[in-house]
């Protein structure tokens, strides 16, 4: 497994499970983790072994959001028929899809900040795991999604629960808040193809498990969700797909998540005060 990354002041990196190395000492095409994006879908990444530099060790890096700016920010829900129980939902028989503003998005650590009490007083936590777009496209058959996906990471979705349930077409409000999608600290690059199906995707609240389920009992597979959507819009580098949630997990201030992709990764944030 590759891993393209940003460290926390910005500086691209390539990394391995030993440690990183500046993005542009390995790949001199790449200035950017965008520039290499597509170069990851295609399965065109060097090895961090054939970089003119000493890897560091990932417990001495600090990171941020792998891309300085994210595309598109999809999201799917209830694609687990057990969420949809959860929320008193019937099983959609299409991906049921939304987007996030851009605004939303929030690096490794966080913070989560919570609305004001009197717009919200139930928020949930949620772990999925995102694709990552990195090529542009447009009608792509499921069979050559991974010809597109640059690679996968972990992300905390949030919701504003009360605000959902209020009336389903409250859901960009509770979905849109600011600091509600945190992405990993690195996107995974797969050596050659990859099955995620046994993958398990857990929420941890305050280091106890809240919810848990296999990717291989998601209504829709990542790369159906990918075909679907390139028949509704162009998709471009740096478009990320939040698949779903197994089930939500409700969080206060003072709380710890942690989002967990099983052989991709995790990333955790603390949870702050209300927005005054």
Not at 67 to 90: Q, T
Not at 93 to 119: N, Y
Not at 140 to 150: K, Y
């Amino acid at each position: 497994m590759k891993y393209l990354a940003r460290s926390a002041t910005g500086r691209p990196l390539l990394g391995d499970d030993e440690g990183y190395v500046p993005l542009a000492a390995a790949e001199p095409r790449a200035g950017t983790v965008r520039d290499a994006l597509p170069l990851a879908a295609a399965g065109d990444l060097p090895s961090v072994d054939d970089a003119p530099a000493e890897r560091v060790p990932t417990e001495n890096l600090t990171f941020g959001p792998p891309l300085e700016r994210f595309g598109k920010l999809w999201g799917i829900g209830l694609n687990y028929a057990d969420h949809a129980g959860d929320l008193d939902e019937e099983r959609p028989d299409e991906p049921a899809s939304f987007t996030k503003p851009s605004t939303a998005l929030t690096g490794p650590g966080g913070p989560i900040r919570l609305p004001p009490s009197e717009q919200s007083e139930r928020v949930t936590a949620e772990a999925e795991l995102g694709v990552l777009l990195g090529r542009e496209c447009r009608s792509v058959a499921t069979e050559t999604v991974s010809d597109v996906v640059a690679g996968y990471l972990p992300v905390i979705d949030m919701t504003a629960e009360d605000v959902l349930r209020r009336n389903p077409r409250f859901l960009t409000r509770a979905k849109g808040y600011d600091t509600f999608l945190v992405v990993g600290p690195a996107i995974a690059i797969p050596d050659g193809s990859v099955d995620l199906s046994n993958a398990t995707v857990t929420t941890t609240v305050n280091g106890e498990v809240a919810a848990e389920n296999e990717v291989r009992n998601m209504l829709f597979p990542p790369a159906e969700i990918v075909s679907f959507h390139s028949e509704v819009a162009t998709l471009r580098p740096g478009d990320l797909f939040s698949t779903g949630t197994p089930s939500a997990a409700p969080i206060e201030p003072g709380d710890e998540v942690r989002a967990t992709v099983e052989s991709i990764g995790s990333v955790s944030a603390s949870v702050t005060g209300r927005r005054s």
